[in-house]
């Protein structure tokens, strides 16, 4: 079975300063990786996956995120964020071949001006 | 294009009372999938269709829950009756095929029973 972590269940950050949402899994098999973004009162948006090759993916946003498989981590960075980016970020995983996605418990970005 | 829907966006029942949420999928998109966030714990699985066909119902919580996907288009899940810890937001999700990774999210439903 697969578990995400997010280690962080909020992050307050201020407008133009560069935020980074940590996200650990764990898995026997091959995974993929995914970040998903709620704004308020919205549904779940993509914002990046990986998949393979290049282990620094970058999405929409300007966010980016970092597959580390030693350390099985996929972080999430965006080095200057903007108020529009408070939102609930979800770290995910999907097994190889597999259909479902586990989730993490989901980290709240406060944008403060 | 139009994204997934689901409708409605909320409902307010009484325990042991029937509701029943609908899904529209993406058109085209063969694989829809349920999750559902019970207040501060994370997203979970609860089923999957290909086409009208359940392929994964694992995350099923119990028979309280049926799902269908008559026709293989739209999907609806029925809880009867609901219980307090029903209360929740339920997505719903959906990919072209099997080889699709990306998982396309509706707004959900935000149930709750009191």
């Known amino acids: 079975a697969q578990s995400v972590t997010q280690l962080d269940s909020q992050v307050p950050v201020f407008e133009e300063a560069p935020v980074e949402l940590r996200c650990n899994y764990s898995?026997?098999?091959?995974?993929?990786l995914f970040w998903y973004v709620q704004y308020p009162n919205q549904g779940l948006q993509l914002l990046l996956k990986?998949?393979?090759?290049?282990?620094l993916v970058k999405g929409i946003n300007g966010f980016e995120a970092e597959f580390n498989k030693s350390q099985t981590s996929f972080h999430l960075r965006k080095p200057s964020v903007h108020i529009s980016d408070t939102a609930e970020y979800f770290c995910a995983v999907l097994k190889a071949a597999g259909n479902k996605l586990t989730f993490g418990g989901g980290t709240r970005v406060l944008v403060k001006p | 294009e139009a994204g997934v829907t689901q409708f409605p966006s909320h409902s307010v029942i009484e325990k042991g009372q029937t509701v029943t949420l609908r899904c529209d999928p993406i058109s085209g998109h063969d694989n829809l999938y349920w999750y559902r966030r019970v207040m501060g714990k994370e997203i979970k699985f609860l089923l999957h269709f290909v086409k009208e066909s359940k392929q994964d119902e694992s995350g099923m919580p119990n028979n309280r829950f049926l799902a269908e996907r008559t026709g293989g288009t739209y999907s609806t899940l029925k809880v009867q009756p609901a219980e307090l810890e029903d209360s929740g937001v339920y997505f719903c999700?959906?990919?072209?095929?099997?080889?699709?990774?990306?998982?396309?999210f509706g707004p959900g439903t935000r149930l709750t029973v009191t």
């Open positions: 898995s026997s098999v091959s995974v993929y």
């Open positions: 999700a959906s990919s072209y095929n099997a080889d699709s990774y990306e998982q396309y």
């Open positions: 990986y998949l393979s090759g290049s282990t």
